[in-house]
């Protein structure tokens, strides 16, 4: 397992079930209402300091998910258009899945959760799911998945330690 997070150049997240708990809340005839999880902002922030992107792929379609990928300035993809994982991640990132994290939490991340070199699954996620992801993060769906699934990555690949440092330099920096 270690050896393969060597090779993690990309992590891909479903939306519904890990940057949110699943609930999606309908508004009227045409809103609806997701809770991300702040924690995950700066998980995105660190993943691309350190040379790992970050997309989102999901198969729901919904102005919540579009607006949170473009304040974080990630990739949004959906499932639905037509193109399968690989062919995006061959086409637009120049990758493939062996260079890949997948997080999901449902029947229609199996394949991917399958197919990627690491996988990881919510706490919350389905026992399907857990039971062939590679990793059961101890985070719920919409309670900092992402940051426990960029530590694991980052701490296999040795730059754990350099996230921690960076930061408590900054707060020296900040204090002075």
Same mark, same amino acid.
């Given at each position: 397992?270690?050896?393969?997070?060597?090779?993690?150049?990309?992590?891909?997240?479903?939306?519904?079930?890990?940057?949110? =708990?699943?609930?999606?809340n309908l508004i009227g005839?045409?809103?609806?209402?997701? #809770? !991300?999880?702040a924690k995950d902002g700066?998980? %995105?922030?660190?993943?691309?300091?350190?040379?790992?992107?970050?997309?989102?792929?999901?198969?729901?379609?919904?102005?919540?998910?579009?607006?949170?990928?473009?304040?974080?300035?990630?990739?949004?993809?959906?499932?639905?258009?037509g193109r399968e994982l690989?062919?995006?991640?061959?086409?637009?990132?120049?990758?493939?899945?062996?260079?890949?994290?997948?997080?999901? =939490?449902?029947?229609?991340?199996?394949?991917?959760?399958?197919?990627?070199?690491? #996988? !990881?699954?919510?706490?919350?996620?389905?026992? %399907?799911?857990?039971?062939?992801?590679?990793?059961?993060?101890?985070?719920?769906?919409?309670?900092?998945?992402?940051?426990?699934?960029?530590?694991?990555?980052?701490?296999?690949?040795?730059?754990?330690?350099?996230?921690?440092?960076?930061?408590?330099?900054?707060?020296?920096?900040?204090?002075?």
């Amino acid at each position: 397992m270690n050896k393969k997070m060597q090779n993690i150049t990309l992590i891909i997240s479903d939306i519904d079930g890990v940057l949110t =708990d699943g609930r999606i809340n309908l508004i009227g005839n045409t809103e609806e209402m997701k #809770s !991300f999880s702040a924690k995950d902002g700066p998980a %995105i922030e660190i993943a691309k300091k350190n040379g790992i992107r970050v997309i989102f792929y999901t198969g729901r379609t919904s102005s919540a998910s579009e607006r949170r990928a473009k304040e974080l300035n990630v990739p949004l993809y959906y499932k639905k258009d037509g193109r399968e994982l690989a062919q995006i991640l061959e086409k637009d990132f120049m990758t493939s899945m062996g260079n890949v994290a997948y997080v999901g =939490d449902d029947f229609n991340d199996l394949r991917n959760i399958k197919n990627s070199a690491v #996988s !990881f699954a919510p706490s919350d996620s389905n026992p %399907i799911v857990r039971k062939y992801a590679s990793i059961t993060t101890e985070a719920k769906g919409g309670e900092g998945v992402l940051i426990e699934v960029v530590r694991t990555v980052l701490t296999a690949q040795g730059k754990w330690e350099g996230v921690i440092e960076q930061f408590l330099s900054e707060e020296k920096t900040h204090a002075q």
